[in-house]
T-cell receptor, first 115, second 113 residues
Framework: GAGVSQSPRYKVAKRGQDVALRCDPISGHVSLFWYQQALGQGPEFLTYFQNEAQLDKSGLPSDRFFAERPEGSVSTLKIQRTQQEDSAVYLC?????????????FGEGSWLTVV | GNSVTQMEGPVTLSEEAFLTINCTYTATGYPSLFWYVQYPGEGLQLLLK?????DKGSNKGFEATYRKETTSFHLEKGSVQVSDSAVYFC????????????FGGGTRVLVKP
């Protein structure tokens, strides 16, 4: 596609539910990132993939968060047993490769509200 | 660690006014610097970038100059329009950190007609 596509755009989950958020990066982009953006704050890094390899997961806030990119294209961020503090916008981004200064393109985000 | 600090908003301006948003950074290394913009209801978009000292990034009338000596990357526009109302984020990447973006907290700008 022309840009980074994320689904669902909006998700309301009951506390304790599991959720899965999908990201379709720009075709051919090697690098894929997930960020979490709380209301009124800047995005915070969660995890990074280069192709199918998850090279950095230092930003994942707990072991309830899990991300995968099995074929080096589409990625899924899974949150188990959701808590209210997980309410945020989850942003996916991709770039052509890992080079410093390369433009990173963002999707519109998946808005998660945990009630 | 690496961090970005930008002025808090909201910044409210009249149309055709001059806009400055201050951004300073701390980095263990030589970062690339970015400004991203988030229009209401839309995703983050790259506005401009600079990858080395004294480079000037520019786009849509916005400019920012990479100042290594003051570790700053202030965003400026000479004459804002209502359509510039958005949240602006300063950010950096470091090659050693795998090119992941570190963002500032964002500055909301509201331009009134």
């Amino acid at each position: 596609g022309a840009g980074v596509s994320q689904s669902p755009r909006y998700k309301v989950a009951k506390r304790g539910q599991d959720v899965a958020l999908r990201c379709d990066p720009i075709s051919g982009h090697v690098s894929l990132f997930w960020y979490q953006q709380a209301l009124g704050q800047g995005p915070e890094f969660l995890t990074y993939f280069q192709n199918e390899a998850q090279l950095d997961k230092s930003g994942l806030p707990s072991d309830r968060f899990f991300a995968e990119r099995p074929e080096g294209s589409v990625s899924t961020l899974k949150i188990q047993r959701t808590q209210q503090e997980d309410s945020a916008v989850y942003l996916c981004a991709s770039s052509l490769d890992r080079g410093s200064g390369n433009t990173i393109y963002f999707g519109e985000g998946s808005w998660l509200t945990v009630v | 660690g690496n961090s970005v600090t930008q002025m808090e908003g909201p910044v409210t301006l009249s149309e055709e006014a001059f806009l400055t948003i201050n951004c300073t950074y701390t980095a263990t290394g030589y970062p690339s610097l970015f400004w991203y913009v988030q229009y209401p209801g839309e995703g983050l978009q790259l506005l401009l970038k600079a990858t080395k000292a004294d480079d000037k990034g520019s786009n849509k009338g916005f400019e920012a100059t990479y100042r290594k000596e003051t570790t700053s990357f202030h965003l400026e526009k000479g004459s804002v329009q209502v359509s510039d109302s958005a949240v602006y984020f300063c950010a950096l990447t470091l090659k050693a950190a795998g090119n992941k973006l570190t963002f500032g907290g964002g500055t909301r700008v509201l331009v009134k007609p």
